[in-house]
């Protein structure tokens, strides 16, 4: 008999096993069980289950190790695993399965390099879902635990300490109202799935409070005219190494400056989506016609992009930027990247200075506190356009397929409220009217 079962007895012809364990403080008797079948949560052949019983008594050992033999058969006979699962455990069987399928969706649409939907979901999950639901075991997660995660994630990044603040620039204090209805739905399908799987037998109400208040989506923080002046201005003082914080600025850091400066302009004047304005060739380049009839640039967006293929047009201020990139990075043939480093290698985004930038700037966050980012400037191109060509329904359409959105959308949550207005005023060649009088003429 092996020294760590001591005073063994054995119970169904030796397939359960209890014992005392050697060096105890107490006498807790375990119990070992082999069944014929058994299996892990991914599949893998399981030999026998080991655990205590929690019982010195050995009648009262007995009736519990009978009781989970019968348990373990019911699962090795209807195939579920019989071994203790955590979340982390069903998570990473669902993501198998969902990332999968989104990278066939990827490879279907024609699209390459890194898929940013698999990026959202594995950023998440690590940062948020495993961190809170992690190795807690699937019969700890009741139904108050999961709602507590809410509260857990609304006031995550205010518990953070200033390294992982610095680790992530782009964090916001008050998670927004997308952002939480995204996990609520990820969350949904995980849990379903794994009630579907029969690896859990229930499936928690998950509902965050914006859901439950019926609280409608914010708009992302934008630029007001004035506001985007500032931000000129304070970027060209920057360019020049006469930032806030500069101390040292070399002829490399100015390059790198100068390059943010035109890539902020390419989305003030175009509304694009910054991944979109990343990934220009030179040969996606063209001269055209603006909305004001204005001589603009004409640029074809990727197929491989959020919402695919299109032509933007904008507006005539573009072209200054457009041969200030070309005289900077001297890469100008059709297969050269627009935004690229000396060596001619894609640059693949500006977010931490950019963040740093509009802090010196003191743009980082609205009057209600709501933090900007690059995005912002594309809400900022959707308002000035807005006022620029006047509130109507033809404006809304024309603005709607120029950067790719919905008109409803671009209604709701590009342009803020005040800027939409009967009397909205319309910069003509001749001067402003309002609505009542373009409707008199």
């Known amino acids: 008999m092996s020294k760590s079962y001591l005073n063994k007895v054995e119970l169904k012809d030796g ?11 107490r006498p807790v008797y375990h119990m070992r069980i082999h069944v014929k079948g ?13 655990r205590s019983t929690g019982e010195t008594d050995l009648e009262e050992a007995r009736r519990i190790a009978l009781d989970a033999y019968d ?36 490879f279907a649409k024609g699209r390459n390099g890194k898929n940013k939907r698999v990026e959202w979901y594995e950023k998440h999950a690590k940062r948020y ?5 992690g190795d807690h ?44 209805d995204m996990e609520q739905s990820a969350l949904r399908e995980v849990f379903g799935w794994a009630n579907s799987m029969k690896l859990i037998n229930y499936q928690p109400q998950i509902q965050n409070p914006y859901a439950r208040k019926g609280i409608k989506a914010k708009r992302r923080a934008s630029f007001d005219e004035h506001e985007f002046l500032q931000l000129q201005e304070y ?15 070399n002829a490399a850091h100015k390059r790198n ?68 990139l ?3 990075t001297g890469h100008t043939e059709r297969d050269d990247w627009l935004f690229c480093n000396a060596q001619g290698k894609q640059v693949t985004g500006f977010y931490k200075t950019f963040a740093k930038l509009l802090d010196e700037a003191g743009l980082l966050y609205t009057e209600d506190g709501d933090r900007r980012s690059a995005y912002s400037l594309r809400h900022y191109y959707a308002e000035q356009m807005f006022a620029e060509l006047g509130h109507t329904h033809a404006v809304l359409d024309m603005l709607a397929v120029n950067m790719g959105t919905g008109r409803d959308y671009l209604e709701n949550f590009y342009i803020r409220r005040g800027v939409i207005d009967a009397e909205a005023l319309v910069r003509t060649r001749h001067g402003y009217k309002t609505q009542g009088e373009r409707d008199s003429v």
């Open 257 to 324: 400056r100068k390059l943010l400066q035109i890539y902020v302009h390419f989305l003030a004047y175009t509304g694009m989506r910054t991944g979109e304005v990343l990934k220009l060739k030179h040969k996606d380049i063209s001269f055209t016609l603006t909305m004001l009839g204005d001589t603009g640039l004409g640029i074809e967006v990727a197929e491989d992009t959020k919402t695919g293929a299109r032509e933007v047009t904008s507006t005539a201020d573009l072209m200054y930027w457009y041969e200030e």
């Open 71 to 106: 348990d373990l058969r019911l699962k090795a006979r209807a195939k579920q695993a019989v071994t203790t699962l955590t979340f982390r455990d069903m998570y990473e069987l669902w993501w198998a399965d969902k990332k999968k399928i989104l990278e066939q969706q990827w």
């Open 15 to 25: 397939q359960i096993i209890l014992f005392h364990r050697q060096n105890s403080k």
């Open 137 to 180: 075991k699937v019969e700890e997660l009741t139904h108050s635990f999961v709602q507590g995660y809410w509260n857990w994630r609304q006031t995550y990044w205010a518990r953070a300490s200033e390294e992982e603040r610095k680790k992530y620039p782009n964090f916001a204090i008050n998670p927004a109202k997308k952002s939480l």
């Open 326 to 328: 070309c005289k900077l």
């Open 235 to 249: 970027l060209q003082q920057w360019v020049e190494g006469r930032g806030k914080n500069d101390r040292r600025v």
């Open 129 to 133: 879902w495993l961190a809170y639901f």
């Open 38 to 50: 058994m299996k892990d949560v991914k599949g893998n052949k399981v030999t026998y289950v080991q």
